[in-house]
Nanobody
Framework: QVQLVESGGGLVQAGGSLRLSCIVH????????LGWFRQAPGKEREIVAA????????YYTHSVKDRFIISRRNAGNTVTLQMRNLKSEDTAIYYC????????????????????WGLGTQVTVSS
């Protein structure tokens, strides 16, 4: 059974940092492209960052470039999202997702392509 479990969310002041982690159970993580998404109240879910199977290719949505870093540790079945200089507009529920991929360098940014999702972790940034 595949299970994704996020942690690390919380309440932080603007300008602060948080580190989100996602442990993926039930798969060989090196076979999966991974992504972090977020959904703010009243808005659609959006891609935040994505990473290829081998970690060699990264994607960031424009609003988080130079502030967020996505990384993965296949041996530990984890993907992390380091967030710094947080802004009130980063407030959302953050979800990790996994997509089985044959291509090691593939980046997946469409939410509909991801097969597995976590339940999310709340990030609240106070201004």
């Amino acid at each position: 059974q595949v299970q994704l479990v996020e942690s690390g969310g919380g309440l932080v002041q603007a300008g602060g940092s948080l580190r989100l982690s996602c442990i993926v159970h039930g798969v060989t993580l090196s076979n999966y492209a991974l992504g972090w998404f977020r959904q703010a109240p009243g808005k659609e879910r959006e891609i935040v960052a994505a990473i290829s199977r081998d970690g060699g290719k990264l994607y960031y949505t424009h609003s988080v470039k130079d502030r967020f870093i996505i990384s993965r540790r296949n041996a530990g079945n984890t993907v992390t999202l380091q967030m710094r200089n947080l802004k009130s507009e980063d407030t959302a529920i953050y979800y990790c997702a996994a997509d089985f991929q044959f291509i090691e360098s593939a980046i997946v940014v469409e939410s509909s392509q991801y097969q597995y999702w976590g339940l999310g972790t709340q990030v609240t940034v106070s201004s």
